[in-house]
């Protein structure tokens, strides 16, 4: 059974910059479309950025955030840059085996999430 175990989360101001980490077991990451999406309080889960044989960003963090698969640590990462009040909201770790990277319901398995709250 694959696990997804995020971590790095936290609070922050405007500007400052996380690394957010997502722990694969029970797979290995170069198997999967690895992506991460987030959610923010009354909103449905969205897609913030996916890395297969190229990697994909959502235009609202393009240029500010970077998703890093590490293959020897079967870890994938997302730096987040500049970050601003309205990055706030709980991240989630995703694998996909196949289909629309951007969707959420083509994935498979899931991390439990982190809360990245960002004050102004």
């Known amino acids: 059974q694959v696990q997804l175990v995020e971590s790095g989360g936290g609070l922050v101001q405007a500007g400052d910059s996380l690394r957010l980490s997502c722990a694969v077991s029970?797979?290995?990451?170069?198997?999967?479309?690895m992506a991460w999406f987030r959610q923010a309080p009354g909103k449905e889960r969205e897609f913030v950025a996916a890395s297969s044989r190229t990697t994909t960003y959502a235009d609202s963090v393009k240029d500010r955030f970077t998703i890093i698969r590490d293959n020897d640590k079967n870890t994938v990462y997302l730096l987040m840059n500049s970050l601003k009040p309205e990055d706030t909201a709980v991240y989630y770790c995703?694998?996909?085996?196949?289909?629309?990277?951007?969707?959420?319901?083509?994935?498979?398995?899931w991390g439990q999430g982190t809360q990245v709250t960002v004050s102004s």
């Open positions: 029970g797979g290995t990451v170069i198997s999967y479309h």
């Open positions: 995703a694998a996909l085996l196949g289909g629309n990277v951007y969707s959420t319901t083509d994935y498979r398995y």
